[in-house]
């Protein structure tokens, strides 16, 4: 599980990264069409997936942890 969520992670960092470089391109010269063509929408499709994913592990994760601990203590941190 833990490997996922690190995959999930650094997938999503660079797939955000990616798209804040073609927004910047597309504001430069709008004719190269970086945004809005067949391959930045999968990329866009896979960033959404991977978020999502690392949204449900983390939750899964924290509620897990909440779970472990004993009734009347509260968390450390």
């Known amino acids: 599980m833990n ?3 690190g995959f999930c992670s650094h997938l999503t960092v660079i ?3 990616m798209f804040i470089v073609f927004l910047i391109l597309d504001q430069f010269n709008p004719m190269m069409n970086f945004v809005d063509n067949a391959g930045s929408r999968w ?3 896979a ?3 991977s978020g999502t994913a690392q949204s ?3 939750y899964r994760e924290s509620g897990r942890r909440t779970a472990e601990e004993k009734p009347g203590q509260g968390r450390k941190g």
């Open 56 to 58: 449900i592990l983390h």
């Open 3 to 5: 490997k996922l969520h």
């Open 43 to 45: 990329l866009l499709g």
């Open 15 to 17: 797939l955000s990264l």
């Open 47 to 49: 960033l959404c997936v």
